[in-house]
């Protein structure tokens, strides 16, 4: 009887410890469902998606994969543009491989950006769920919305919203930027009317199940042009760029239309989130043509900066001491390159790709001509500092016709390393940083026109993305031998690379308020 009774209970206590390990291997597949997706999810969330300060989002979890926008349009090859996921893990058997692509329903679209249907704008909200990536087509005006969570190494579409129906509805075309707010709307940006008059620009306001709103900035007083924007909340203003008008720029870029006023060089003040327009910042000559448009993270901060691509400077804008306007100012501007054998006799940087680390230490462009990547410590706003630059690309690398000329009449061109064998095309453009700020990702197509006109190469043998290791202590970049991601060897043909997200969030899309 006592054998019998102690084999009960030893049978007992490995019942219990095997209940107890099942428990355990159930909550460990759910945080790596968490860590994949970036944000907490099941039985566990309390929260809504991202993270609830920058500082807090560093210290997520590493990046495994990474959906990036890629287009056929204007290659030459009828194929519709698709969505790709890269595994970026390096301890995956697929590290650096395209593993899914998500082909669309139509050709013609020129997929652009990219956002979210919720960020960590939304992260006092439980019912909020960072599921659906929002891709907008720059030249077919459709939006389409992907569905991440069903399977998030192979997402699937869910839904797309129309040209036409925004057109009868709006009136507006050409889309850009796609952000979430707060109360699970979306709002978009648009360049133009369906005839790409910049004049008829504006903001497409979604609702939480993509129907269409309406418009999201007030009747009145209008703005001349749209492009990128940002928010911050706690200063109830949104400011927003104003690159150009689709007429001029889709048929490549001519520096008459810049003199005939077709360009723009103002940022746009909105009162947020009631979308007055309250003020016009003209950049004047400092600023021609403005590009993405970036607020430092911390939502207490009153400061951001923009890209001026034609001027190749990086203006920062910041409120007033007395708090009733905003004011301009150039902090950080590349020369010119005297040249030889090029279309002009000299050569601009032509920055673009900018973004801020979510800790606001650093920020980062490329100089899509020049072919560099570089790093500024911003811990200074007023007076960023050079600490990481590497050639990646562009028109002055070795081998080119085209060479820069010094002050004392040398000449010289850039040494851009071959990644595994493969020469580095193109200039590079798109970037996206790590939450902890360690890697940043590059792509190296513009827009497929552009690309065509100065980087043909590009649209013959297709893009790729590099990843770039980064010194976040006291600065400096060198680039990922083992990782390579070649879109010219895409089953369709080459292709050309432009935006990357991560499943759970990145520097670039994710707000807080």
Not at 230 to 247: D, E, N, V
Not at 329 to 340: C, W
Not at 367 to 376: E, L
Not at 418 to 426: A, E, T
């Amino acid at each position: 009887m006592l054998f019998t009774t102690k084999l009960l209970i030893q049978n007992l206590f490995l019942k219990i410890k095997f209940f107890i390990f099942l428990l355990v291997v159930c909550e460990w597949r759910e945080r790596e469902r968490e860590f994949t997706m970036g944000e907490e999810v099941g039985c566990c969330k309390r929260t809504g998606p991202g993270y609830g300060t920058p500082l807090e989002a560093m210290s997520g979890p590493k990046e495994a994969l990474m959906y990036v926008t890629c287009v056929y349009n204007g290659t030459g090859r009828e194929k519709p543009d698709f969505l790709a996921t890269v595994d970026v893990d390096p301890n995956s058997p697929t590290y650096s491989k395209v593993i899914h692509r998500l082909s669309l329903p139509y050709i013609g679209d020129e997929l652009h950006h990219t956002g979210w249907n919720a960020c960590s704008s939304c992260h006092g909200d439980p019912s909020s769920n960072r599921r659906f990536l929002i891709l907008p087509s720059l030249l077919s005006g459709r939006i389409y919305v992907i569905d991440t969570q069903k399977n998030h190494k192979a997402p699937s579409l869910h839904k797309v919203v129309e040209p036409e129906h925004i057109i009868e509805k709006t009136g507006l075309a050409y889309p850009h930027t796609s952000h979430c707010l707060a109360n699970g709307d979306i709002i978009i940006s648009f360049l133009g009317d369906k005839d790409g008059n910049a004049q008829g620009n504006g903001f497409l306001l979604l609702d939480s199940q993509f129907n269409i709103k309406g418009r999201w900035e007030k009747p009145g007083r209008k703005a001349e042009f749209s492009y990128d924007f940002w928010y911050q909340p706690r200063h109830k203003t949104m400011i927003c760029s104003s690159f150009g008008a689709p007429l001029a720029f889709t048929q490549g870029f001519n520096l008459k239309h810049v003199e005939d006023g077709f360009y723009g060089r103002q940022l746009f003040v909105y009162d947020w989130p009631d979308g007055g327009l309250k003020q016009t910042l003209d950049l004047g000559d400092n600023g021609l043509i403005s590009g993405e448009i970036r607020f430092l993270h911390d939502p207490t901060k009153d400061t951001g900066y923009v890209e001026c691509v034609l001027s190749s400077n990086v203006v920062r804008f910041f409120k007033t001491q007395d708090g009733s306007s905003w004011s301009h100012e150039v902090a950080i501007s590349v020369k010119p390159l005297k040249v030889q054998n090029w279309i002009l006799p000299e050569m601009p940087g032509l920055i673009i790709g900018l973004l801020i680390s979510v800790d606001d230490r650093f920020l980062y462009f490329v100089n899509w001509f020049h072919g560099d990547v570089r790093q500024y410590n911003i811990e200074d706003p007023k007076n960023p500092i050079l600490v990481g630059q590497v050639y990646v690309g562009g028109l002055l690398q070795k081998g080119s016709p085209i060479t820069a000329v010094t002050e004392d009449g040398k000449t010289w061109q850039a040494d851009v390393p071959k990644i595994q064998g493969h020469s580095l095309r193109g200039g590079p453009h798109m970037t996206q940083l790590s939450l902890d700020g360690k890697r940043l990702y590059v792509t190296n197509s513009l827009f497929s026109t552009w690309d065509r006109q100065f980087y043909p190469d590009v649209i013959e043998k297709g893009s790729h993305m590099i990843q770039i290791d980064v010194d976040i202590e006291n600065g400096g970049l060198k680039i990922n031998p083992d990782f390579f991601v070649d879109f010219g060897a895409e089953p369709d043909g080459p292709c050309l690379a432009h935006e990357m997200r991560y499943p759970g969030g990145d520097c670039t899309s994710d707000i807080w308020i």
